[in-house]
DNA sequence: AATAAAAAACCTGTCATACAGGTTTGAGGA
DNA sequence: TCCTCAAACCTGTATGACAGGTTTTTTATT
């Protein structure tokens, strides 16, 4: 396929948005499907006309957006759906100050309150049984906080996963870098052996009620505990 | 706030990741805010001892992540956050089916329907304005759905910039992409010229109840927004 | 001295070539 | 038919070159 040289459009010009594209078009027009493989850097710089340069650079700008997949000496793949790149944009945007944490918490609020009226009412057995079993993993690491946030971020994942929506996966697991960053502040803030205690009663709230499959307990108790870490949050001081 | 680095690549080896993960880190110890500009390619190749190439391949992905921008003789540059990389992710995710349309609505009500919420809230004048023009440049083009498309997608983002929360800007934005390819679609199913105009009715009753300040009433008629395009989406045979 | 014009210094985009490892393929043998 | 292994192919990285842009410095002018 030829691509026109239309504008100098800020995004559009330069042989390797071209090549992105080109690339992405090959994709959908032979219908590849994860796992699949690309053609090799040199028959795509062929194919294109244009040193093998920027077919790499393009490859690489598609690797950052988790599109594709590279592997030494293999050729490139398509990729699963991965929340990798999502995560650093968003990173990105707290760093700037484009984005503030109470901000992320309020989309958080929204997207998980939806997530486990659909987890409540859709999540199979085996799935009921990872969600309480990491409730009770973040009971258990009570004195490591490390461990502790790890097993939160998972049981959120967790939910996020029963509803059977991939996009609320993505847009959860797209949080979890700045949440790395932020939960500490927020486990500090607690600083009462009860406040911590409640926190872990409230995600065990929340997993008793997703595996009753009920809805209204477990929008319930996600609110609470929404609730509670903006408080903590606001309570550090966090703008 | 203070934050630290948990630059963890899933592809931990290579110069490259390596690159892309000082770069980053030299943005945030800086604290270089968006439009700041970077070191040069040769300074850094030097810095990290690498050669230009993987430097340029760093720069790339980050650019490809919208972290950075590029610009030809000019030094990159720390940019803002932008739905481009999340609209691209999104796309790749349906046409690869891994994502399905209607799990892309559920997604959309449960945020839209916040953020009208919040945009009756603390939508200022200006932005009243603006929501409403659109809802009515959308009844003026009624015969040509490519405009038709393009204000309504102006309109959605309208809103989600008056909940004056970035992330739900970005979400909504991230949408957009492969909102452009299933439109049509939705807009096709709508034979009877009745369907369609309630469809444009539904907007300017949005538009209305967000200029009036009226939350209930906003969330009301985005719901069934959402109602009837899902329903539109179903009769197109969309799975 | 202030300012405008011109030149030098710097930068990025792209190409070509080279080579050190991985990976895939295919020919030939068991 | 199945296995082995070397040839062919591929990616990651480095180096050098050169054509435009851009920024900074210098020089000329008012």
Redesign the pocket.
Same mark, same amino acid.
């Given at each position: 396929m030829q691509v026109q040289d239309t504008q100098m459009e800020k995004n559009g010009a /330069? %042989? &390797?948005s071209e090549a992105i594209g080109a690339i992405t078009r090959h994709i959908r027009e032979h219908e590849l499907m994860p796992g699949d493989r690309?053609? #090799?850097?040199?028959?795509l #710089?062929k194919d294109l006309? &244009? #040193? %093998?340069? &920027?077919v %790499?650079?393009a490859?690489r700008s598609l690797a950052a957006m988790r599109i594709i997949e590279?592997? &030494? /000496?293999? %050729?490139?793949t398509v990729a699963n759906i991965d929340h990798g790149a999502m995560s650093l944009i968003i990173e990105h945007g707290v760093h700037t100050e484009q984005i503030n944490v109470q901000q992320i918490y309020d989309v958080r609020r929204t997207i998980e309150t939806r997530i486990v009226t659909l987890a409540a009412i859709r999540r199979s057995d085996e799935e009921a049984k990872t969600i309480l079993k990491l409730a009770q993993a973040m009971a258990d690491a009570l004195g490591s906080p490390e461990q502790l946030m790890e097993h939160d971020l998972s049981f959120h994942l967790a939910l996020a996963q029963a509803s059977r929506n991939p996009v609320f996966e993505l847009i959860v697991g797209a949080f979890q870098g700045i949440t790395r960053q932020t939960w500490p502040i927020g486990w500090k803030s607690r600083t009462s052996e009860q406040a911590r205690q409640t926190m872990i009663d409230t995600h065990l709230r929340i997993a008793n009620a997703v595996a009753a499959g009920d809805p209204q307990q477990a929008v319930e108790a996600m609110s609470k505990h929404f609730d509670e870490s903006v408080h903590a949050l606001l309570q550090a001081g966090l703008s």
């Open positions: /330069g %042989r &390797v690309l053609p #090799s850097e040199l028959a #710089s006309k &244009v #040193s %093998r340069t &920027v %790499r650079e490859f590279l592997n &030494v /000496g293999k %050729r490139a």
